[in-house]
């Protein structure tokens, strides 16, 4: 699995090419190391002030398909189930590995 305890929400690098996208629209593929720097540093005040205002209770922004905002869900749901006993650790897994095919 992918990790012990808890099953993170990425398991995927999607939001490392989100990042890159975003850092590439609209902007030459090769600015000056000065620039690239300055649109590196704009970039993380953006990004602090979401991550502030989402610790402060605000809503993100990101929108997510219905599917797999649903399939994670029963993924932590299922997870539940299983550090209760309620669930053996193969039948977890083949559960969770269905749920995933599933995508």
Partial sequence: MWTQQDIPADR?????EGFHSDLNNGRKSHPELKRFITLLIEDQKVRDLTS?????GEPSTTRRRKKYVQSELKLKHEQERYKNGLLGPFEFLEMAASLLAAK
Wanted: glycine letters at 20%; zero cysteines; hydrophobic letters at 30%.
């Fill in 12 to 16: 995927t690098n999607n939001k490392v």
């Fill in 52 to 56: 502030i205002g989402i610790e402060g």
